[in-house]
């Protein structure tokens, strides 16, 4: 079982309302990211972390922002909820100490955002 | 166009009976080719991961192959159990970890029934 956590498992919000959507990781893995995901559909790349004060947008444009200011804390955050916004969001760590050619991502149980 | 296609789309069997699910790439370059299982409701847990120059590798029940020349991967499923009713993502990367990207197929919906 991957040490890396998500809350709120389940956040149902109405629209303009900031929220922020919390992952911290106990591995202590240097990169870090958030998907998104609708049901039946491909995970896509939001954001990404490499390391401390290192963030970078993914591949599907999000309206969201990421901090990293620390290791194993990772939040997204939306300032403004749209119900466009209503999908499931998961967070992944990858990387540690032991340098290795592939590595595998661990995920968090997710976060179900429904805005109204 | 999705570079990662999975088939079929969902998948019903008897609990005990065995399954193949397939997964078919565009991506190149090619670095490795993961299997995902993600319960529902849950984040992916990874099953196997191979590289180039593997062709199969097991996990208990689950044995992945890969075809690099066909661009093709295969995840058997053996002797099923209730608890294997999830969705199997295959995930391709195309350079090494650090650098890599990574392409996500839509899964394979599994339902095992008793």
């Known amino acids: 079982e991957a040490d890396i956590y998500q809350t709120p498992r389940y956040l149902v919000i109405g629209t303009g309302k900031k929220i922020t959507l919390e992952c911290s990781q106990t591995m202590g893995h240097d990169k870090m990211y958030w998907y998104q995901q609708d049901p039946g559909m491909e995970l896509h790349l939001i954001h990404y972390s490499y390391g401390v004060n290192s963030t970078e947008k993914g591949d599907l444009s999000s309206e969201s922002t990421v901090s990293r200011i620390r290791t194993e804390h990772f939040p997204l955050t939306l300032e403004s909820a749209r119900p466009s916004h209503t999908s499931q969001y998961l967070c992944?760590?990858?990387?540690?100490?032991?340098?290795?050619?592939?590595?595998?991502?661990?995920f968090g149980p997710g976060t179900r955002l429904l805005v109204l | 166009k999705n570079q990662v296609e999975q088939s079929p789309q969902s998948l019903i069997i008897l609990e005990g009976k065995n399954c193949t699910l397939q997964c078919n790439y565009t991506v190149s370059p090619f670095s490795n080719l993961r299997w995902y299982k993600q319960d529902t409701g849950r984040g992916p847990v990874s099953l196997t991961i191979m590289t180039f120059s593997e062709n199969t590798k097991s996990n208990g029940r689950y044995t992945a192959t890969l075809d690099a020349d066909t661009k093709q991967s295969s995840l058997h499923i053996t002797a099923s159990q209730l608890s294997d009713s999830a969705s199997y993502i295959c995930v391709v990367s195309d350079r090494g970890s650090t650098l890599g990207r990574l392409y996500f197929g839509r899964g394979t919906q599994l339902t095992v029934w008793p």
């Open positions: 992944a760590s990858s990387g540690g100490q032991v340098r290795s050619i592939v590595e595998t991502q661990y």
